[in-house]
Structure formats: C-alpha cells, structure tokens
C-alpha cells in the first residue's frame, strides 16, 4: 500500500510539472514553495518529488527536506527500503546531507546493494553523518569493494 502511495505521488509531481512547464510555471519555485508549508502533506510531496525526471526538481526537493528535520526524517526512513532507482539514490542522498542518524542501519545495508551506485552513494551518506560507529563497515567496503567507484 505505501509503494502505491509513493508511486502515485510521484506520477503526480510528474504530471504537476508538466502542467507547470505548459504555463511557464518554474517547478523548482513550487517545490520550494512545498519545503515552507512544512504540512505533513507537502512533505510527502517532496518526498515524491525525489523521483522526478528532472535533476534539478530532485535536487530542489532533496534540498528542502534537509531543512525540515524530524517530520522529512520520518518519512525518508520510511521510504528508504521501498524505494528504487533514481529515487532511492535520492533518499539515501537526501538522509546524508540531513544527517539523519536514524538512517545509519539502513544505510549499512545498502552497502551491500548489488548496485554499485547504490553502495557509493550509501558510503557518501555514512560520511556525511559522521558516526563513528560505522568507521569499520566503511573500511571493509573501501578493502573488500571491487567496484572503484565505491
């Protein structure tokens, strides 16, 4: 039911934004627009947005989330399993800059994702929480990786 959610709230960002281009609308000014509503809605929405075609609405979205603290986390943690593709790059990226420390374990699991972007943007989001902690699961994936870019 949630991955329903999240996906028509992203087809629906999707669409916004073409009805937005259509009109000369800027889609980046709507999303941060979203980030000051600070609605439980408008958080969701953004974080639908992490899902968008275009990298610069990502971006825009991921941005303000970063400033949204504890409700945005809440729901990055939530989507952050669920997620796939370009949007889970997004949400691990999103919880990083955040430094959303009750991202770590997931975050340690991702290291382990077949998919080496996957692991590289997981290790970039363990490095900007700074935890300690994860200091050695950070030092095997950097011995063990054969992937370089990780």
Do not use: Y
Request: proline fraction near 3%.
């Amino acid at each position: 039911m949630e991955n329903s959610f999240r996906d028509i709230n992203i087809a629906f960002v999707n669409e916004m934004a073409r009805s937005f281009d259509n009109l000369g609308i800027d889609v980046t000014e709507v999303i941060k627009a979203l980030g000051e509503i600070k609605t439980p809605e408008s958080i969701q929405a953004l974080v639908g947005a992490l899902g968008h075609r275009n990298i610069f609405v990502r971006q825009t979205a991921s941005d303000a989330l970063c400033t949204l603290g504890e409700p945005a986390a809440a729901l990055l943690l939530k989507a952050l399993p669920e997620s796939s593709g370009k949007t889970k790059l997004e949400v691990i990226k999103t919880v990083g800059k955040a430094a959303v420390s009750n991202a770590v374990p997931m975050l340690l699991t991702s290291l382990q994702d077949k998919d080496w972007t996957v692991r590289a943007r997981a290790a970039d989001a363990l490095g900007g929480i700074a935890d300690k902690a994860t200091a050695p699961q950070l030092i095997k994936v950097l011995q063990e990786d054969k992937d370089w870019t990780v």
